[in-house]
């Protein structure tokens, strides 16, 4: 055990971020630049089905076939990458912004406050989150907004626990003390030194929600609770898919794919993010 | 285990060579692309039962010699040249398999750190009886015996009892002798003892280099103790070598180096180490200061948890009067109840009784905005300087930041005002700008008295604010404190352990024990004639104090 007492430096050398990171980002900058600029990547009208080629194979004029309605799907991933981001974007702001302030406030209030809050968190972390997101959208009525703000309400529990945590670590830091020790305010100390410092896992933690809204999302659009027909939409489109399985498979399989690819590279950077804590 | 690696040390006890004989090491760190070499030419040799002290500030490469000596540099550090030789045979281009073979059975470490050195989840006694395990024994009742007779051996008794406890049940001096028992356990010819100490009070520090002496006398092991104070070489090394930024300054008996060092170095550090360095005389205090901190009664009780009605008084009945301009300091072990005391005096802790007067403020009576306030007149400087400074901000926010806790200062007239206390603490305005993590610990404890003092303050309390320092930063921090105190007429009041460094800045001092204050008085008439056993204790432990005077003299 006396070996092991010498602190080892990490050896930091010039090397390459690893391949699989590297993949991640492409992945993750290609989406957004289909979510940015649709019409860069593909030049056929993901709305307008051309009549008489109904169900093609995959093929040099349609790279992923077309659907029922002769609409190119190729357009259709690329063009539902907005609707998927936009949505994933807006669950994780909804989550982030409201859990990490319900976070902080019961981890730097502590008592009281922090008994009752942590147990709304509980509550919330009882319910399927399925279930919950389904009631929120009925509470709130359908629509690709609504189901974006339902799933950002299932990982408010979450962000709230983690950042909570966090808080609670930095809250006992000594420079947390002496800043209350040089005159700070509770709030002015909680801005300058409690959040920037207990951020950064709730950061990783926002990659990895990223993922699971594309994920809910999708689940949400394949169950008829998220945008409405004919917009793409990835959770749509396998299930408008779903029909054509046994005769055209590449329907339901190409946005499938998009969907774990972007999901599993989200894991990845999260992962990432979480690893530069020191 | 490989009987073929195990070197025969009776082989060459009789012939002469030495135990340990390191030859024109160079030793070379790679970072981010950049390589830098942190040891160059380092030659020592180290006789079978001898002590050997390797003396240098942080950064001059005692680490780097004891780590490469066992065979433990980190994966960035590579041995350049030079020869490590244990009994005769060279074990620089040793694998780590056959290296490990070696270590605890010819040579074994005493970490730094007791407090993460110990598996926090394993008893002590697993945490022994592991390396007699790892190195071939099989028979349980064998080891058994033998912890058990290890921790006796170390002085923690009963050993039924200390080998079924965990090592947060144990104080830092009992845990740092559980790691002396496992270094020992395989009877090893060398011993590297890597700042063994300095984590702990002065006593502690006393009576685990006794015990490590005593262990060594019996064994005939031989020591290379790494050290930063020159005082603790003094007392316990045959022979020292001073390193400074990787290359040998001196190296000697350790009588001859105290007497007549002949490199500036070790001169310098001669004169740093608190212990031995001569206290300068403090201007007399002109009898019209008036007092500008008067602590009366002050006690802090706490519950006892699972005992009802029971309470821990962590001060009790703790008074004494501070005059302005003057230093106050309080002395005692962990646990004595100097740092509640001081916390109290900072506001950052409201007594349970008693009265802490700041110019004529009753501080145990302010709370919300009249304490916020209160603020301005008293700061507290933290012990550790690595975890008082936010590791987010820019050495510039963190002095700034004071300053936007009160009236509105305009933002020009803030940055003059930093600016400015960042020179008088001694560093370059370059460092406004750059995070806590590029500055050295002493760097970072000067930015740390920055903070305190650019509201200008009355009182300053130090909470053990050199005590994590190398003696060298140490004498640096305490003189410029010196000269802060006569230039803003600061009153201080000086948290430590460490007689010795009180001595060099206080006034007045307080001793604590338990809560309570057993001596006090102007500081040389209690380091001349202490009244209390206790302080004779104390004054007793400081290192190099007696042995060095008496070996210089010879």
């Not at chain 1, 391949?19 to 649709?38: D, S, Y």
């Not at chain 1, 859990?99 to 509980?122: E, F, I, K, N």
Request: net charge positive; aromatic share 4%.
């Amino acid at each position: 055990m006396s070996e092991t007492a010498i602190p080892l430096r990490a050896p930091r050398s010039l090397r390459l971020p690893p391949a699989g990171l590297v993949l991640a980002w492409a992945v993750i900058g290609l989406v957004l630049a289909w979510a940015i600029a649709p019409g860069l990547f593909a030049w056929q009208s993901p709305l307008q089905g051309v009549s008489g080629s109904q169900l093609a194979e995959p093929s040099a004029a349609h790279w992923l076939g077309t659907d029922g309605l002769g609409r190119d799907m190729y357009a259709r991933v690329v063009y539902g990458a907005r609707e998927s981001l936009l949505g994933a974007c807006l669950a994780v702001t909804v989550g982030l912004s409201f859990g990490t302030l319900l976070g902080l406030v019961a981890g730097a209030r502590g008592g009281l406050v922090d008994a009752a809050m942590m147990r709304l968190v509980d509550t919330l972390l009882a319910i399927p989150s399925l279930l919950l997101s389904l009631s929120v959208i009925i509470l709130l009525g359908f629509g690709s907004i609504n189901a974006a703000f339902a799933v950002g309400c299932v990982s408010i529990a979450h962000f709230a626990r983690l950042s909570r945590t966090e808080v609670l670590r930095v809250r006992r830091a000594e420079y947390v003390e002496a800043a209350f020790g040089s005159g700070g305010r509770f709030g002015a100390v909680l801005w300058r030194h409690v959040l920037p410092n207990a951020m950064t896992s709730v950061l990783a933690l926002a990659a990895l929600q990223f993922g699971s809204a594309i994920l809910a999302l999708a689940t949400l659009g394949f169950l008829g609770y998220g945008a409405p027909p004919p917009t793409p939409e990835w959770g749509l489109l396998i299930a408008e898919g779903r029909d054509f399985l046994a005769s055209a498979w590449w329907l339901t399989c190409a946005p499938g794919v998009v969907v774990v690819l972007v999901v599993l590279s989200a894991e990845r950077i999260s992962r990432s993010i979480g690893a530069r804590r020191t | 285990m490989d009987s073929a690696v195990r070197l025969n040390p009776a082989a060459t006890a009789a012939s002469g060579t030495p135990l340990l004989a390191v030859e024109d090491l160079a030793i070379r760190y790679v970072s981010g692309g950049a390589s830098r070499r942190v040891v160059e030419d380092v030659s020592f040799s180290i006789a079978p039962g001898e002590v050997v002290a390797l003396v240098g500030e942080s950064g001059s490469g005692k680490t780097t010699t004891a780590q490469a000596v066992l065979g433990l540099l980190p994966a960035n550090g590579m041995i350049e040249r030079g020869a490590i030789r244990l009994d005769g045979t060279d074990i620089t281009g040793w694998s780590d398999r056959r290296l490990s073979a070696l270590r605890g059975t010819r040579m074994s470490l005493i970490p730094q750190d007791p407090t993460t050195s110990l598996n926090p989840v394993r008893t002590v006694g697993s945490q022994i009886a592991e390396i007699l395990q790892i190195h071939g024994e099989r028979d349980r009742g064998r080891i058994r015996a033998r912890v058990l007779e290890l921790l006796a051996r170390v002085g923690l008794e009963p050993a039924e009892m200390r080998a079924q406890q965990y090592p947060h049940q144990l104080s830092g001096g009992m845990r740092q002798r559980v790691l002396i028992a496992i270094a020992v356990a395989l009877r090893p010819g060398l011993i590297v003892a890597d700042e063994p100490t300095s984590a702990l009070d002065v006593t502690v520090q006393r009576r685990v280099l006794d015990l490590l002496d005593d262990l060594r006398r019996e064994d005939g092991t031989a020591v290379l103790l790494v050290t930063h104070d020159l005082g603790v070489a003094a007392d316990r090394a045959d022979r020292v070598v001073v390193l400074r930024q990787g290359r040998i300054q001196e190296a000697g008996p350790v009588r001859q180096v105290l007497a007549a060092p002949r490199s500036d170095y070790a001169r310098q550090l001669l004169a740093d180490a608190p212990s031995l360095a001569t206290p300068r005389a403090r201007p007399a205090v002109p009898a019209t200061a008036g007092v500008m901190l008067k602590v009366a009664g002050l006690t802090q009780t706490y519950p006892v948890v699972g005992e009802r009605g029971r309470v821990f008084r962590a001060a009790d009945d703790v008074s004494f009067e501070v005059r302005a301009g003057t230093t106050h300091a309080l002395v005692g072990e962990s646990g004595s109840g100097k740092t509640t005391t001081a916390r109290c005096i900072a506001g950052f802790l409201r007594p349970t009784s008693g009265t802490v007067e700041v110019g004529g403020t009753d501080v145990a009576r302010l709370s919300g905005e009249q304490l916020r306030q209160f603020r301005h007149k008293v700061q507290l400087v933290f012990q550790n300087p690595f975890a008082s400074l936010d590791p987010r901000q820019t050495i510039g926010q963190i002095v700034e930041e004071p300053l936007r806790n009160f009236d509105p200062v305009p933002k020009a007239e803030r940055e003059h005002r930093v600016r400015a206390m960042i020179g008088r603490v001694g560093l370059p305005d370059s460092v406004l700008g750059r995070p806590p993590a590029a500055l050295s610990g002493g760097q970072r404890q000067r930015v740390a008295i920055a903070r305190a003092l650019v509201l200008k303050p009355r009182v300053v309390v130090l909470d053990e604010a050199v005590s994590a320092l190398d003696v060298t930063v140490q004498a640096r921090i305490l003189e410029l404190l010196d000269e802060l105190q006569r230039e803003l007429g600061l009153t201080y009041v000086f948290v430590s352990h460490d007689l010795a460094v009180v001595r060099l800045i206080a006034d007045t001092v307080s001793v604590m024990r338990a809560g309570q204050v057993v001596e006090s008085g102007p500081v040389e008439t209690v380091f001349h004639a202490p009244a209390h056993d206790y302080t004779r204790d104390l004054i007793a432990a400081i290192p190099g104090g007696g042995g060095a005077a008496g070996k210089a003299a010879q």
